[in-house]
Nanobody, 123 residues
Framework: QVQLVESGGGLVQAGGSLRLSCAAS???????MGWFRQAPRKEREFVAS????????YYSDSVKGRFTISRDNAKNTVFLQMNSLKPEDTAVYYC?????????????????WGQGTQVTVSS
């Protein structure tokens, strides 16, 4: 069993930055990890993911060039650096992990989910 705990969310002005962290406990060896988000009255959407090796990295078009995903396998932690934040980035951000998440953009293919952390971007 894998447990995921997110941190780093908060309130920031448009144009600002935040760094989310997700600490995993349990066996995450060889798992891909990533982030989804859900805004009020909207469906959950894929944000970014990274394979265990770090070779396969994916971003949604809406965050490409502004967000960067990284991971520290020795510490079982994945990060999401969010720059140039916009009000439309406001959402609850969820950390995910999965042994075989394909396609990565589909929420149902991920095995484990964190409880989420709120990110609010004011205009």
């Amino acid at each position: 069993q894998v447990q995921l705990v997110e941190s780093g969310g908060g309130l920031v002005q448009a144009g600002g930055s935040l760094r989310l962290s997700c600490a995993a406990s349990g066996r995450t060896f060889s798992m891909s990890m990533g982030w989804f988000r859900q805004a009020p009255r909207k469906e959950r959407e894929f944000v970014a993911s990274m394979s265990w090796s770090g070779i396969n990295i994916y971003y949604s078009d809406s965050v490409k060039g502004r967000f960067t995903i990284s991971r520290d396998n020795a510490k079982n932690t994945v990060f999401l650096q969010m720059n140039s934040l916009k009000p439309e980035d406001t959402a609850v951000y969820y950390c995910v992990a999965g042994a075989w998440a394909r396609p990565v953009t589909v929420a149902g293919t991920w095995d484990y989910w964190g409880q989420g952390t709120q990110v609010t971007v004011s205009s």
